[in-house]
């Protein structure tokens, strides 16, 4: 069984900017279904295209199942079955010897960056980047799927 442990904080804007930082990918992603206790998710980056499985959070864990699918079948999935979508860029960025992912939304969620770090256990300790602010992860306003339906402009 594949665990998903993320913890989710908010960037410091004018930090951001002033980071040199690497190219992003940008990310379009839809949700086939989306409940409190599973989430289908679609998604697809340039050439590149998962369906993802993910079940209720507990914490800041869930279980997570991730497949290669094909970029054609994913934008006929997109067309035929996603109920809400968002679009993204994201920027990989390793700090400290871990790896942050680091959202820039877009759209109806314009104006909010989102920082994540996947954990090998709840209470692994790891070093903030300087660009880190508020802790989010309890906060489901700020999940993906919550963002796809309740944008951030809306708040």
Wanted: glycine share 8%.
């Amino acid at each position: 069984m594949g665990i998903e442990i993320e913890r989710k904080f908010l960037v410091d804007h004018k930090k951001w900017q002033a980071l040199n930082k690497p190219a992003g990918t940008k990310l379009r992603q839809g949700y086939i279904v989306d409940d409190q206790t599973r989430t289908v998710r679609l998604r697809i980056a340039g050439d590149n295209a998962w369906l993802t499985f993910k079940g209720g959070t507990q914490g800041i864990s869930r279980t997570e199942y991730e497949y290669d699918i094909p970029v054609g079948d994913a934008a006929e999935l997109f067309e035929q079955f996603v109920k809400s979508g968002l679009e993204k860029t994201r920027y990989c960025i390793t700090y400290a010897d871990k790896l942050w992912e680091v959202d820039v939304f877009e759209g109806d969620n314009n104006g909010l960056i989102v920082a994540e770090i996947e954990l090998d256990s709840e209470d692994e300790q790891f070093e903030l980047p300087p660009w880190i602010g508020e802790e989010v992860s309890d906060d489901p306003r700020y999940y993906n799927s919550s963002l796809s339906v309740r944008p951030f402009k809306t708040w």
